[in-house]
């Protein structure tokens, strides 16, 4: 396929997979034209780029996909691209007061976007410290760099983010982390756009093809500890305790997890429309 398709993601140490692909050329290898955009603003903004039809594919947040197509994004559940939860870190400013988390309550959250991971899972996190969640108080941030900018000035109290990436912050004290709290689902799809995968199933089969091979032999890299401490600037200590905890999938994703995804994202009042789990799954054609 000469056409061009355009596929996004977080620059996460998750997705280096796709970054070595890229550099072996193993998507041109099968003639396919496959661009990646790295989005840091995360999910929301990935959401909206699908939904516009400047992305056709997403490396995307599991609840943040399914609140999304609750809400009119027309797009599918492609495959499980990470089968562990993502494990989300609670942070204050290093300077903050704050030193618990039961201190946070009606606090402001920093969050990349409304609808992204940071906002719904600040309502997880609301639910499991019992708050009342009218109480919960946002301030959008766009990015990370954003995040700490808004703590710094008082603008937020908290924010949450994946604990890997924002590891460095911490060790620097810019960032000092009072909690995290694990996703109870999957944490990573591949979604694309329903008009895409209509048109392009073979193409989309041969995608995932190839990066299920990469992510199958990830860990076997030889000194992949070393490439991702590198590429990503954290300590190899912390590489080695993420990859112990983290799994890529090369399966489709099961009704039962989107079931509890959506349960607790409904149980939240964050779902604009009834959705069955089976529908959100990309069929094999």
């Known amino acids: 396929m000469n056409a061009k398709i355009n596929i996004v993601g977080v620059p996460e140490h998750f997705n280096l997979p796709w970054h070595l692909a890229f550099e072996e050329g193993a998507f041109l290898e099968r003639g396919i034209n496959l661009e990646w955009t790295d989005v840091p603003e995360g999910t929301g903004k990935m959401a909206r780029m699908l939904e516009s039809g400047e992305a056709d594919m997403a490396v995307i947040l599991t609840e943040g996909l399914i609140k999304a197509i609750s809400g009119g994004l027309r797009a599918l559940i492609a495959q499980e691209f990470i089968a562990s939860p993502l494990l989300w870190g609670v942070h204050v400013h290093s300077s903050s007061p704050i030193e618990q988390e039961k201190d946070l309550r009606g ?32 301030k959008v941030v766009n990015t990370l760099e954003g995040a700490v900018a808004a703590l710094a ?43 895409f995968a ?39 200590e912390a590489i080695r305790q993420w990859l112990d905890c983290t799994r890529w999938s090369q399966e489709q994703i099961s009704t039962e997890k989107i079931n509890i995804v959506i349960d607790t994202l409904s149980s939240l009042n964050l779902l604009s429309n009834n959705i069955s789990a089976e529908d959100l799954l990309l069929k094999d054609k």
């Open 107 to 138: 606090k402001t959250a920093a969050i990349s976007r409304y609808g992204s991971g940071s906002h719904l899972m600040a309502f997880v996190h609301g639910r499991q410290m019992d708050w009342p969640l009218d109480i919960l108080k946002f």
């Open 153 to 195: 000035h008082g603008e937020a109290d908290y924010f949450m983010w994946e604990r890997f990436t924002t590891q460095p912050l911490v060790d620097k004290a810019i960032f000092r982390r009072v909690g995290q709290i694990p996703t109870p689902w999957p944490c990573f799809v591949i979604a694309v756009r329903e008009a």
């Open 198 to 236: 209509s048109e392009h199933a073979t193409v989309i089969r041969h995608i995932l093809e190839i990066i299920n091979t990469f992510t199958r032999e990830f860990k076997d890299i030889p000194s992949i500890d070393r490439t991702l401490s590198n590429r990503y600037g954290q300590k190899i």
